[in-house]
């Protein structure tokens, strides 16, 4: 494990106490997206799938399930707990791991294929705590809705991972000065049953494969990777939308020109340069690739809709926060929507790329309904806006501040 | 007489063979044997891999059925042309104007290979999408003044 080596003074505590007169008018009416999220009345329908936590279901085909606030606790994301993103079907779990077969080619000296075996004796190994994330994690939050499945913040979470550097697969295939994009191709079949075509084919600039926690992965938390989560190998491109982050990869493709697979182009993964009316269809040409995901907060501890004794002055909170590519500097909780604010304690990642703990706590001065908000800011002083910012016809970058609502009874 | 003596005797032996039989089926007399797995392949050149069950780590079954979706005018017609790739679920999570209904079919024919579709079903499907599956969300954003 390495140190991310941020600068340490950054995360001092700061208390904000800023007061913004109109908050209540910026955030959607209560109900609204944070019921939604939370889906408290009725619940949502829990995964039941050996190997895997009781998840909520956001489609049974493909199978998309997203990790409950209050299961994103762990310091290190549990392999059961990890959300399930699927675009196709899931292919069948090969009897011989070892031999998998991986391609790299296209712009490089030398087009490499190796089975996987040799990949992991070849190259170093090396583990890392990542995140990963949904590139449409929070579109429930967008009012109007947003085209998709509905995640709330859960399509996200940080296990340990185990792998080799792409960069030293890259390095040993040789790049072409030609070489500036990647393009990404697993085996799992289209929803259509096709096995011809690619699902889905993302791609990323060549300095993020060639970033040093971008891997090739064959173990999470120490064990063989599930089938669900790519069995026997997949990417890991950390802080970067989890679509770039291949399961069952049989193919890198290096490009010379931005990759053009399904999942590249159009809306997809794309965020407006200018913005754009809220529920309209805009216009593709307006739109720009989807690359570090943005700075977000979950409160894990305690969870949504917890009743606390009569007398509770005082709660305990925590949660975790990242932001993409950088650092997660402070984050602050409200009790009073966002009039004041209060400090919280947060840790250093175990490494780039890891999410970050905070924890702290807010008095409360009465018996009574109270949400409490927790705001998180990254190393380039980028914040949480108070409602979703950005609105596009697929719903990426949602990242308002985290809502939980609690009660303390009288 | 003979034949007196002897017939208790079959049938009492028939009765507790087949007793036997039964109970051996049902498992009740204790699980001796493993539960059944395929024979492995016989070696060729190479090594037979390990059997390998299709669905082993595989997501749950899924089941959908037409009354998944609300009743109303074009339901059967939305059923079928949607769920032949993906769920009902994925259609009812959406709250979508006519307008984004209309784009998110041309992204499933030209993004997710959608089998085409004629003009006149393409329109009973929208009416359907946009009927029964609008915005729901309201507050800002959701009745903007400059949304058509």
């Known amino acids: 494990m390495q140190s991310a080596g941020t600068s340490d003074t950054s995360r001092r505590s700061v208390l904000m106490g800023v007061g913004i007169a109109t908050v209540g008018a910026a955030l959607p009416p209560a109900g609204a997206a944070l019921a939604q999220g939370t889906q408290a009345a009725k619940g949502p329908k829990l995964l039941e799938m050996e190997g895997k936590a009781r998840l909520a279901v956001l489609g049974d085909r493909p199978l998309v399930a997203e990790t409950q606030a209050e299961l ?6 549990p392999t059961d707990k990890l959300f399930v993103r699927n675009n196709g079907q899931v292919p069948e779990l090969t009897s011989d791991p070892k031999a998998w077969k991986i391609k790299v080619d296209g712009e490089v000296n030398t087009p490499i294929e190796i089975a996987l075996g040799e990949l992991m004796s070849r190259f170093p190994n ?3 705590q990542l995140m ?10 967008f009012t109007p809705e947003a085209r998709g499945n509905q995640w709330t913040n859960g399509g ?25 994009y990647t393009g990404h191709y697993g085996t799992d079949p289209t929803l259509a049953g096709e096995t011809s075509k690619p699902t889905l084919s993302r791609g990323m600039p060549i300095a993020k494969a060639m970033e040093e926690h971008t ?3 064959f173990r999470i938390n120490g064990k063989d990777l599930p089938l669900i989560h790519g069995a026997p190998v997949r990417l890991v491109v950390p802080g970067w939308a989890g679509s770039l982050s291949t399961k069952w990869l049989s193919r890198i493709w290096v490009r010379d020109k931005e990759h053009d697979g399904p999942g590249m182009g159009g809306f997809s993964y794309r965020t407006p340069r200018k913005p754009i009316v809220p529920g309209s269809k805009g216009d593709e040409k307006d739109m720009a690739i989807l690359e570090s995901m943005p700075v977000r907060s979950v409160i894990t501890f305690p969870a949504d809709g917890t009743r606390l004794a009569a007398g509770t002055r ?9 932001a993409g590519d950088w650092d997660i500097k402070t984050v602050d909780v409200s009790i009073d929507y966002g009039v004041t604010w209060k400090s919280t304690k947060v840790n250093p990642p175990a490494n780039k790329f890891a999410w970050q703990r905070f924890a702290g706590s807010v008095d409360l001065p009465s018996s009574g309904y109270y949400e409490v908000w927790a705001k998180a800011t990254d190393s380039n002083g980028v914040t949480q806006p108070f409602a979703a910012a950005n609105w596009n016809p697929q719903g990426y970058g949602a990242n308002p501040l985290n809502r939980i609502r609690i009660l303390v009874e009288s | 007489m003979s034949q007196l003596t002897v017939t208790p005797v079959v049938v009492i032996t028939l009765t507790a063979t087949f007793l036997l039989l039964a109970l051996d089926r049902s498992g009740e007399l204790g699980r001796r044997q493993p539960p059944y797995a395929p024979p492995a392949r016989p070696a060729a050149m190479a090594p037979a891999p390990a059997v390998v069950d299709s669905e082993k780590g595989k997501p749950p079954p899924h089941n959908d059925t037409l009354e998944d979706l609300p009743e109303g005018k074009g339901r059967e017609v939305t059923f079928y042309a949607c769920t032949a790739c993906h769920g009902v679920a994925l259609i009812k999570a959406q709250g979508l104007t006519r307008d984004l209904w209309d784009s998110t079919f041309d992204l499933m024919l030209e993004k997710h290979r959608m089998p085409p579709v004629e003009a006149a079903e393409r329109a009973e499907i929208l009416d359907y999408l946009s009927e029964q599956f609008p915005p729901r969300r ?10 058509k």
């Open chain 1, 132 to 141: 990963l994330e949904c590139g449409g994690n929070g579109r429930s939050f």
């Open chain 1, 215 to 217: 891997l090739i992965a």
């Open chain 1, 314 to 322: 005082k709660l305990d909170l925590r949660g975790h926060a990242w």
């Open chain 2, 138 to 147: 309201r507050g800002r954003g959701g009745d903007n003044p400059f949304l």
């Open chain 1, 126 to 128: 090396v583990t890392y």
């Open chain 1, 72 to 77: 994103m606790d762990d310091d290190v994301t």
């Open chain 1, 156 to 180: 996200a979470g940080c296990p340990q991972w185990t792998g080799v550097r792409l960069a030293d697969v890259l390095k040993a295939a040789g790049l072409k000065s030609s070489a500036v």
